[in-house]
């Protein structure tokens, strides 16, 4: 599994991130602070959801599902990509994650390879070595080379939920199945757009990174996008959903500015960052703002 790994920090505010894309699965670990995710203010995908399951592991912070229940760190439970991120332009349900800091784990996997049940979140039990394994892969962020050591360290924390029976037997291997070299190189370029937050590439961005045709890129991204199990439908689908929740959430920041936020997620402007608020039916980002700040 390739990482790409990134930080932001506004203010006070700060989030280091990771995120890995294998041939039948994606990670995504994070440490955060003074910033919220609130899906009530970020539109939901506009493609159908993926036969995707997500392990959420949620070592500090707290995740709340609106109106109904709540999960204090250290807790694990399974939930659904569609309640995640909405599916055909709507959400079933809605949720908020926040803590000083939230260190979380999430292992999107194909349904197949999760024993445990989906849907609304249902609790996992985790043990003490299972945690440990969670506690190792998630400090890896503090690391010299954070890539390098969640990749050594994912493997044992798949083992133990595998153990656990969370994760089938064969989920393990399954994951660290080395990706075909034309994915993995389609991988390796979207992964550079990750850990800057630079969403908004154009396709003949990934075509200098890649080497590779727009016309055939075209086609390696859509199935990198529908193998791995992203939201979205292409590059462009993933990555305008992508930018609009990142955003949303760094204006959550006690000393965010849409200007800022704007040029850190790629729009370049407020200007931009309006227009394209408004194109996902969202309002104008200072109203966003002040929604999330307050809900907070």
Not at 254 to 260: D, F, K, L, P
């Amino acid at each position: 599994m390739q990482f790409g790994c990134g930080r932001v920090a506004i203010g006070a505010s700060r989030i280091k991130f990771a995120v890995g894309y294998a041939r039948a699965a994606w990670v995504q670990v994070e440490e955060r602070a003074g910033f919220a995710l609130d899906t009530r203010f970020i539109p939901a995908a506009e493609a159908a959801a993926p036969d995707r399951t997500c392990i959420y592991l949620l070592l500090r912070g707290r995740w709340v599902l609106h109106g109904d229940c709540s999960f204090e760190g250290p807790s694990a439970f399974v939930v659904s990509e569609e309640l995640l991120e909405g599916a055909n332009g709507a959400r079933s349900r809605t949720f908020c994650s926040a803590g000083s800091p939230l260190v979380s784990i999430e292992l999107h996997l194909p349904t197949t390879y999760v024993l445990a049940g989906a849907g609304v979140p249902s609790a996992l039990a985790m043990d003490e070595d299972a945690w440990a394994a969670a506690f190792e892969f998630s400090a890896a962020l503090e690391g010299e080379h954070p890539a390098t050591l969640l990749r050594e360290r994912l493997p044992r924390l798949l083992r133990e939920l595998s153990r656990l029976a969370i994760l089938t037997p064969d989920a393990p291997a399954v994951i660290g199945e080395p990706a075909p070299a034309a994915l993995e190189r389609v991988l390796r370029a979207m992964l550079r757009s990750v850990e800057r937050m630079y969403l908004g590439g154009t396709m003949k961005d990934l075509e200098s990174a890649t080497g590779i045709s727009q016309r055939q890129l075209a086609r390696d991204i859509e199935s990198a996008v529908r193998v791995i199990g992203l939201v979205g439908l292409g590059w462009r689908l993933t990555s305008r959903h992508l930018r609009i929740k990142i955003a949303v959430m760094l204006l959550s920041g006690e000393h965010a500015t849409v200007a800022g936020v704007a040029r850190i997620v790629g729009w370049g402007s407020a200007d931009a960052m309006t227009r394209a608020f408004r194109n996902s039916g969202l309002a104008a980002p200072t109203v966003v703002q002040r929604q999330v700040r307050a809900s907070s």
